[in-house]
């Protein structure tokens, strides 16, 4: 593998939960297995006062404490980080981040390379760009420079458009990165491979074979101490607008022309732009918003949402989205996709499932083994694929079989994280797996609709902490004859196993 150019990465908001949890660990593991570029250096910025030293010593302590670790390495690669102390809102104070960043092209040979990471709150993506522009940080004359994104990009269509332009007024399109870690994860990208590698699947993939697709993403735990965050974001905005339409639209994609990233976020743009508007009957027929309330399960009480910490008594925000939805092209025009996404539901599982249409004339049986393809995006990676076959003994009586897939069946691949993944194409410049600008604006212009009908109090459903959501969701697949699959946490259990 190709390493990266040298370069310096700027982390704002390097006092913060993700810098430790996520960030640091996820460089570190990269310099260990000899991805990072040959020379390079991490600063962390924010208000909090440290000394370089101080700085290192507090990560140390950390990466010995959650991550499995070389001492050697470990000694070496705190060599690479630094700290800086301004207020990110002042841009007079970026002067002597300038100052700091020259430094490095000495000392680490960065040749004006820079990322700059905004893992701050959303307040101040606009800001900081603005901040960095003002000292020409954002000038590629001496070196490449990205700025990375974190999520949410934009609290509806309006404030999207609008932050997408306050940022525009500072980096290029190519410079900005808005990062997604779903799309870093490895099954989620195996996605193309999967599609576009194989003849026998791609011939497949379309209205004439498939009857319906189910994408899940599950979660077990409640908001835990995210209840002030949560409160004014709700599941539409924190996982639907943005996880979920993004792996609806791999599922969805046409053939890019080649696999670069113009050519992938082509077509995911495609499948975006293609997705039905909601209409009022859409809104009030095919979308189920919950709520989870407090319930016992194996003899632990669960708090409902309203009693969690940080969240309003009276609290309308939705914890739970269900949707059928459609694609409207010639590839899947008339295919329901049934989305849903929850917490404190009976498992942690993201899932894609493909429904094969039934046998036209089931010879064998009044009622034909269902084809179902399960894309499993985490936990138990990998892909399981279900069919019918003869029961042993006379007669010709059917049973459901499968076959499955596990990503850690390789045992000698070490797959990266999904944010080792999109740090390490970041510095590549490779945004293939990073949200695009139309992208954005074509999942907020959809989703639109339903944050302003989610203001209607009559539309949100309670669900009790534990199981599977709102009653009113399982009738949106009932009503079609169908039924959603209840995944185990284990891929190849085909019987749900949790409860």
Known sequence: MVKPENNAIVIFGASGD????????????LYANGLLPEDFAILGVSRTAYSDQEFRDKLRSALE??????????????EHLYYQALNTSEAEQYGVLKQRLDVFKDTHHTHGNAVFYLATPPSL??????CLAAHGLNDEADGWKNLIVEKPFGYDLESAISLDKQIHACFQEHQIYRIDHYLGKETVQNLLVFRFANGMFEPLWNRNFIDYVEITASEALGVEDR???????????????????QVLAMVGMESPAAINADSIRDEVVKVMQSFKPLSEDDLTNNLVLGQYTESDVRGKHLPGYRQE????????????????????????NGVPFYVRTGKRLPTRVTEVVIHFKKTPHPVFAAKS?????IIRIQPDEGILMSFGLKKPGAGFETQEVSMDFHY????????????????????????????????????????QPILDHKEQPEHLFGYAAGTWGPKEADELLINDGRQW??????????????L
């Open 65 to 78: 404490e959650n991550e499995k670790t070389d001492a050697a390495i470990l000694t070496k690669f705190c």
């Open 485 to 498: 699959r209840f995944p185990c946490k284990n891929l190849a259990n085909t019987d749900y196993c949790e």
């Open 309 to 332: 910490h940080g969240v309003n008594t009276d609290s309308r925000t939705e914890t739970y989205v269900g949707m059928k939805m459609f694609i409207e092209n010639w590839r899947w």
């Open 369 to 373: 083994a269902e084809n179902k393809l």
């Open 125 to 130: 993506y606009g800001v900081i760009p603005e």
């Open 18 to 29: 993700l810098t430790h949890r996520k960030l640091i660990p996820a460089f570190y593991h």
């Open 408 to 447: 850690d069946k390789l045992e000698s691949m070490n797959m990266l994280t999904a944010y080792e993944r999109l740090l390490l194409d970041c510095m590549k410049q490779d945004a293939t797996l990073f949200a695009r600008t139309d992208a954005v604006k074509a999942c907020w212009k959809f989703v």
């Open 227 to 245: 209840g002030g965050y949560y409160d004014g974001a709700g599941a539409v905005r924190d996982m639907f607008q943005n996880h979920l339409l």
